[in-house]
């Protein structure tokens, strides 16, 4: 079983930076792929951003591609996304998501899952 707890969101203006984290719960967190996925008002949620279990592999939507980051510390059982020129658009619920097969995790269907934290970008 793994736990996943999101923190870090908030409310900011576009063009600014933030820095979202996910604590995940478990001894065997460095065997789980991670992601993030966000949902806004009235639409589906979407893949955001994933990292493979090593770390050496990412992987982004193309409509954050240079503007986030995902990196993941094993030692802290925490992955992080970090959030540059952020744009209204971004404004969703941003979630935490764990799997340790990395093409379930991708599809938006992985075992686990956070309980969001939201991210609203004025303008």
């Known amino acids: 079983q793994v736990q996943l707890v999101e923190s870090g969101g908030g409310l900011l203006q576009a063009g600014g930076s933030l820095r979202l984290s996910c604590a995940a719960s478990?001894?065997?967190?460095?065997?789980?792929?991670m992601g993030w996925f966000r949902q806004a008002p009235g639409k589906e949620r979407e893949f955001v951003a994933s990292?493979?279990?090593?770390?050496?592999?990412?992987y982004y939507a193309d409509s954050v591609k240079g503007r986030f980051t995902i990196s993941r510390d094993n030692a802290k059982n925490t992955v992080y996304l970090q959030m540059s020129s952020l744009k209204p658009e971004d404004t969703a619920v941003y979630y935490c998501?764990?799997?340790?097969?990395?093409?379930?995790?991708?599809?938006?269907?992985?075992?686990?899952w956070g309980q969001g934290t939201q991210v609203t970008v004025s303008s």
């Open positions: 478990g001894r065997t967190f460095s065997s789980y792929c």
């Open positions: 990292i493979h279990w090593t770390g050496g592999r990412t």
């Open positions: 998501a764990a799997d340790t097969a990395l093409s379930r995790l991708q599809s938006g269907l992985p075992n686990y």
